[in-house]
């Protein structure tokens, strides 16, 4: 696994793949998969979600397909917002950062998304979350991050 994956250390029982059984040596969003199926996964699964990450306990679900990778991390996977520290993150390890100028505006300084997660989206959503604060909160945006600036010149303009 990369780096950027969350992990669960588990001194007692080993982690394996929830798809092929294979050692896992840490989790990804809560979830034991190896990097072979998680790059397997398809483009797009028929019915949404293999594993249900609303409980405590992650089972596989039965489907009559396997999920996408986008899928798979969808449920577990919600943008949270940290005000204090300037930053919209996900739990695999994808983030917006921002600061807060005294001028009744935020500007978006940095945007990440994992390697494995890159071309879902995923930045996308974040851009939308923090336009989305800002709004709300009656602040302009603007951006240092290149992602950013295209991305609000693209929809905001």
């Known amino acids: 696994m990369t780096s950027s994956t969350s992990s669960e250390p588990n001194s007692t029982t080993p982690l394996t793949c929830i798809d092929c059984g ?54 577990a996977d919600a943008i949270q917002h940290i005000t204090a520290e300037h930053r919209f993150y996900t739990a695999s390890g994808a983030r917006l950062d921002y600061v807060r100028l005294a001028t009744e505006e935020i500007k978006i300084t940095h945007t990440f998304v994992p390697k494995h997660l890159r071309g879902k989206g995923i930045a996308a959503q974040l851009m939308q979350a923090a336009i989305q604060y800002a709004d709300q909160a009656r602040l302009q945006v603007s951006a240092s991050c290149d992602y950013a600036q295209v991305y609000l010149k693209r929809y905001r303009s």
Request: hydrophobic share 35%; aromatic share 6%; net charge negative.
């Open 22 to 75: 294979a050692p896992v040596e840490q989790t990804m969003a809560g979830i034991a998969i190896c990097d072979d199926c998680l790059s397997t996964r398809g483009a797009c699964c028929q019915e949404f979600g293999a594993v249900d990450l609303t409980k405590e306990e992650t089972k596989p679900r039965a489907y009559n397909s396997p999920a996408c990778a986008a899928h798979l991390f969808e449920e």
